[in-house]
Each structure stands twice: as C-alpha cells, then as structure tokens.
C-alpha cells in the first residue's frame, strides 16, 4: 500500500551520518529567535491567554499589542545582559505599520527572519499565485530597511502550503524553519533546488507550551535547561542546534522573562559551555552550506 | 474483582510484570489523522506536524534505542507495518534487540473503526504478512491505530491467529475475552500511563509524566505483594524521544530498574506475559 509522501527529503537516522563541527570545534549550536507580529484589529487568527480559538477584540489585540510596546524591548535588554545573540522573525507588515520598530532592530545587527506577513493569516489555504505574491512583498519590505534580503523563513503558525518551498526558493531564500523533523540542518528538494531547512522547535517554543499546552512559566523554564542539558551530552557524538522560539508578546510578561532569565543563566553557567556556538540561525545555514561535499547530502 | 481472583506468580515467584511498549508509527503526508503538540489530536495535517513526528524515526526512537540499551530494558513495539518497507533500519534495530512486535496496522493516518468488517478483515492480514515478511515472526499481540474497535474487530483478531489484544486498558492483570470462534487473552496496556494521552491530549509537562511512572511503578510494587499485575508505560518515539524529555525519562526509568524491591520484577514483554498466563491451569485467569 502507498501513502500519500511529501518527497522533499530522503530518510536519514542521526547518528548515521557523516561527522562535522560547528566553527572553532563546537558542538552544540544555540540560537534564540523572538518573533515581533502585527494584527488585524478585530478580524482574522490571533492568540488569545484564556480561549483557544476565542473571537478577536480588543482584549486580545492589546495584549498581543503589549509585546511590540513593551515585552520586546525588556527581552532585548536581557539578551544583552546575558551577551546571547538573538534574531527576529518578524511579519512583513510590522515593516510598514511601525518602521521606528524595524530600524531598531536593524540597527542592533541582529538577524532578521522573513516570518510571512501578518500572522492574522496562514499560508496553507492559499493559491500558488497569491503565496508568490506574499513572499515577494515581504521580502521587498525586509530588503528595503535592510540593504539584503532575508536568507531565511519562518510560516506563522509554522503554515505552508505544497508549493510554499517551492516559491521561497525560487524568491532566493536560502533556508527554512518551518520543519521540525530533526535536530540537524538537512536539504529539502524544491522544483528550483536545494533548500536548506533549519531546526527551529515546534516544542520548545513559548506559544505552543505556555498557550497552546497551557503550561506554567517556569515549567518551560524548566524545559529549556533539560533540553540544554541533554543536548550538550548528546552533542559530544553529533552536532547538533538547540533552538528556542519566543514570541515577544508571551515571554515578554514579567513573570515570563523571570522565569527565563533564571534558566538561560543556569544554562550559560555550565561547565561544558565551551561545546557551545552561541549563533544565529544564518551562520548555523550558511556554516552547512560550507561544509565539503558529501557531509550534509543534497537532493 | 482484582481482590477476589485465584493468585498466581510469574515465572520465578516474580509479582510485578513490568513492559515498555513503545508505537512506532508511519503517517500519510498532508492528510488522514495524526498528532500534534499544540493541537492534541486534532489539527490540520500539514509538514509543521508531519515533520514533527518525522523527528520520532530520524532522532527520537535512535535516542530511545539507546537508553533502553543502557539500561538492558527490552521492549515491545506496536508498529505500523508500513515501517517495515519504509523505514527498515528501524526494524532491524528492533530485532537486533530482540525486542517484541505488537500489530498495529497499517498506518497510524486510518483507524479500524470506519472499517467494514471485510476491510478491517484484510488489513489485518496485510499488516500481519508485512510484519511476519519483515521480523521474520508474525505478531501474536495487537494494539490498533488509536486503540479503535469495530464491534467484531475481538473476532477479526482472534480469527487471524492473534493470541492476545492490548487496547481494553480495563484491569492490571490479564483476562480471557470471548471471540465468536474461540477466546483472546487481555494484556493490560496503559491508556494513562501513556505519553500520547498524557503528553499530547492532557497537554501536561514532561516532569509530570515522568513522576507519574515512579508513582505508578512505587504503588505496584507495594500492591503486587498481594496480587500478581503488570505494570506497563506507553511511549512515543517523537515525545519522548525529544531532549527535554528524554533525560526525565531515563530518571524515571532509573529509579524502576535499580528499585530496592525489583526482586519482585519480572522485566518483561507482553507476549512472555500472554504465554505465561495462557499455560495457567483453568479457572486462574478470569474468563479461565
């Protein structure tokens, strides 16, 4: 019996493959995104604190609101007081409703990640020439501020439709988040070549357990130093990306961030802290594209 | 009544049989049914969830594989059989193990319940040939996609040469169950002590799931000096194969193998569990 496949990878079993480092000899890559998003007011997809699925208002709208006005700026502040480099993946409208936002994080250096272009939508349902014609403006928005392109993409709601790498491609993107299928960068085949998809966790990411699975703050604290810990032991055998995924509207609450700030301290404390590559996600890309022939197959 | 039945022991005056079982599962791309952490069991099926359990064959199970070994714990796996031709190097671990496999369909994207009885009949016959094809022995247990059953799905089982069926999760001892051509035993399999229902449906944390199996484990082996029971736990290779949870596991895991009463453990899989209870004198498993 056939099943319908998705034929953009081949299977491959971690501690199969051939053997690499991160630069300097590092073992475990570790980067951190936080993802800034504009809202229709009233209509369209939103996170609501109390309901899944509830209605969109004014309630929720503010506080999701409240992440581009105050949540983004303190997780900012402790990045820099922790000295780990971050990146943003950032809806291409936030380009056009709130550009002093945008030439902030611009002039800060940090990497921007196209991250569609309002997650009031999804991807998923929409026609290849409309999907063209939401990557190309987002990527216009982002180039206009940033003098290049995004080398990267994030779907909101991690939405793609069949085509969606196919099109990003074909836009000149070098690599994808929206597969959580490994802890390894891996080639996915597109009708115009290879495109390389990065880990970024469906799992260990602030809307999915503190919204979606409704934990507590400092459960996903704790989450975040147990998935450090076992991944610098199991790096010592494979290279591999621990990657977190904050959203400025959720970590940012005070208590978030409190609870955060105790875990990413705990973790940079390790004794093994010399196995890591503190990175963003274009380095972690463009190192794997670097690497000789036949470490990382292509398609 | 579990305190009014004949006792028995396992083999070696063992009362605590106690199985891993794990669900090894394959998945139709972009349609059919499957999981996803922020949506339970519902969701759209997209490459966001795809990929997500895809991790499970690519890194997650290789992860278990390993502590397993570590600790030389056997385990049982229901297994999709379309593992067998599409993933086989999953499979070849599992026999180079030893370890057990449990029928479990087709595919995890179907379930038996929308099945006429003609359909689920011949589903069970194929995903049986691909496992006996694949392993070499065919599958004497079963634990269905989503523990779904038809109203004759007990007969189909029986009918096709199964000897026990795990997806009634009604005791924490094995009992006979009637088929319209004979009889199949009932293992115990865990419907809570489960990772999917716990993990995914009741969305609790990784350290809550891991203190439920010490929990489970530290009351059985108290309440096994009474009665013999089988404590069993349920895992999937793309939960608890992720790092955050795989090292609470290993604790967990821990705690049972190197228990200061484990001389009551009989370290087992279901089949040895069928086996035993199946050369028991009449009248000492229920429905005996």
Redesign the interface.
């Known amino acids: 019996?056939k099943?319908?496949?998705?034929n953009?990878y081949p299977?491959?079993?971690?501690?199969?493959r051939p053997g690499y480092d991160w630069p300097a000899g590092k073992r475990l890559a570790v980067y951190i995104t936080i993802s800034v998003e504009h809202f229709a007011f009233g209509a369209g997809l939103g996170e609501d604190i109390s309901t899944l699925g509830a209605p969109q208002t004014q309630r929720n709208f503010g506080w999701r609101d409240y992440g581009q006005r105050v949540g983004l700026w303190n997780m900012i502040e402790m990045f820099d007081a922790l000295k780990l480099p971050i990146s943003h993946a950032v809806n291409g409208l936030v380009y056009r409703e709130r550009p002093e936002l945008v030439a902030r994080l611009h002039a800060r250096g940090d990497e921007i990640i196209a991250h569609g272009r309002t997650s009031s939508e999804i991807q998923?349902d929409m026609w290849e020439h409309d999907e063209a014609h939401l990557i190309r403006e987002v990527t216009v928005a982002i180039t206009a501020v940033g003098s290049k392109p995004p080398a990267g993409w994030l779907g909101p709601?991690?939405?793609?439709t069949?085509v969606t790498i196919d099109l990003l491609k074909e836009d000149g993107y070098e690599y994808v988040l929206?597969?959580?299928?490994?802890?390894q960068p891996f080639w996915l085949t597109t009708r115009a070549g290879p495109l390389l998809s990065v880990p970024y966790p469906?799992?260990?990411n602030d809307?999915?357990a503190l919204l979606?699975?409704?934990?507590a703050a400092r459960?996903f604290a704790?989450?975040?130093v147990?998935?450090f810990?076992?991944?610098l032991s199991?790096c010592a055998k494979e290279p591999l990306v621990f990657a977190l995924g904050l959203h400025a509207y959720v970590s940012g609450q005070p208590f978030r961030l409190h609870a955060l700030r105790k875990a990413l301290g705990h973790c940079l404390a390790h004794r093994d802290m010399d196995r890591v590559w503190l990175a963003r996600p274009g380095q972690i890309a463009r190192h794997c594209m670097n690497l000789p022939d036949g470490i990382l197959p292509r398609p | 009544m579990i305190d009014r039945r004949p006792v028995y022991d396992w083999p070696d005056g063992k009362r605590l049989a106690f199985y891993i079982g794990t669900n090894v599962e394959y998945f139709a791309f972009g349609t059919g049914v499957g999981s996803d952490p922020a949506f339970g069991s519902g969701g759209r099926q997209t490459q966001r969830n795809y990929a997500w359990r895809d991790y499970g064959h690519r890194v997650g199970i290789w992860r278990l594989f390993d502590l397993l070994d570590e600790l030389k714990l056997p385990a049982a796996h229901n297994l999709s059989s379309l593992m067998c031709t599409h993933r086989p190097e999953i499979v070849e671990r599992m026999r180079a193990r030893g370890d057990e496999i449990i029928g479990h369909g087709r595919t995890q994207s179907e379930r038996q319940i929308a099945m006429w009885e003609d359909d689920e009949t011949r589903m069970v016959a194929e995903s049986t040939a691909a496992i006996q094809a694949a392993y070499r022995t065919r599958p004497y247990g079963w634990m269905g996609p989503g523990m779904s059953h038809t109203p004759v799905t007990i007969d189909v089982l029986q009918e096709a040469g199964y000897k026990f069926v795990m997806d009634w999760c009604c005791d924490d001892q094995p009992f006979w169950m009637k088929a319209r051509a004979g009889r199949i035993l009932c293992v115990p399999y865990p419907l809570e002590v489960n990772d999917s229902v716990t993990l995914l449906f009741r969305q609790q944390t990784a350290s809550e799931f891991a203190d439920m199996i010490v929990d489970q484990f530290d009351e059985m082996i108290e309440q096994c000096v009474k009665r013999p029971l089988v404590c069993t736990i349920a895992l999937h290779p793309m939960t608890m194969g992720q790092p955050f949870r795989l090292g609470l596991l290993g604790s967990a895991l821990k705690h049972i193998a190197n228990h200061p009463q484990r001389d009551r453990v009989w370290f087992t899989l279901p089949g040895r569990i069928a086996e035993h209870c199946a050369g028991l004198p009449a009248g000492i498993v229920p429905g005996s």
């Open positions: 019996m099943l319908p496949e998705h953009r299977f491959s079993i971690i501690d199969k998923n709601a991690f939405g793609e069949r929206d597969w959580p299928a490994d802890d469906l799992e260990l809307v999915t979606h699975r409704r934990h459960e704790d989450m975040v147990n998935q810990e076992v991944m199991q």
